[in-house]
């Protein structure tokens, strides 16, 4: 059964994503592979990285694929996931120091040899490092966040930030928008915006429930 290791808090006080590196301990068994594509599923979406989802599930499969049919099944394996600088790292543990992953020019026809060539594929990088009892294999994707800890670099977020300097109040205007005290600011700025832009719908004449709904569409379409 998938139980969660220590560190794996994906929370945050502050308003920056505090993306604390996280392990799932498991056993590599083909009935567990799910489970973990689900809890990576949930902190990647915790951690605003939705966009990353199906390449990290894709390595944590096949890396898990790979302890099974060369170390073995059952085999006590760790799952662990962390940021390196703006990059998401993705690694899987076992014990087996021998059995390395190899990447290969396998044929169409062939079944050895794919997953990690599929891993190499939708990576920016991947290694192996062994320790004196473990072999990690690693592997990493580029995201588009502005810094480790920070949101998403998009025109949307940009505008946004562009707009709520005008809300802000002056003894706050050159301060950073970052730690909780600098983000609740913000954020009663956001909403200071929201209201007078409902405002202005109503006076001239446009429902604001209706835009509010169609906003909520875009963001949606948006975050997908």
């Given amino acids: 059964m998938l139980t969660y290791g220590e560190g794996s808090d994906a929370g945050g006080e502050s308003g920056c994503v505090k993306r604390k590196p996280w392990e799932l301990p498991f056993c590599a068994e083909p009935k567990e592979a799910a489970g973990v594509r689900r809890v990576l599923a949930l902190h990647l979406t915790l951690w605003g990285l939705p966009e990353l989802i199906d390449a990290a599930q894709i390595c944590a499969t096949e890396l898990t694929s790979n302890v099974i049919k060369h170390v073995g099944p059952g085999t006590p394996a760790t799952l662990a996931v962390s940021m390196n600088g703006t990059y998401l790292r993705v690694e899987l543990h076992d014990p087996d120091t021998r059995a390395l992953p190899t990447l290969l020019d396998a044929e169409n026809d062939e079944e050895s040899g ?34 480790e800890n920070g949101h998403a670099s998009s025109p949307r977020v940009s505008r946004a930030e562009e707009h709520l300097t005008l809300y802000r109040p002056a003894s706050h205007l050159h301060s950073p928008a970052t730690g909780r005290l600098g983000t609740a600011i913000a954020e009663e700025a956001a909403i200071d915006l929201i209201a007078d832009l409902l405002h202005w719908l109503r006076a001239h004449g446009c429902d604001p429930d209706e835009a509010l709904d169609r906003a909520q569409v875009h963001f949606e379409a948006d975050a997908v």
């Fill in 114 to 147: 794919r997953g990690m060539a599929l891993v190499d594929a939708v990576t920016d990088r991947w290694g192996v490092t062994l320790r004196a009892d473990t072999k990690v294999v690693w592997c990493e994707l580029a995201t588009s966040l502005t810094a």
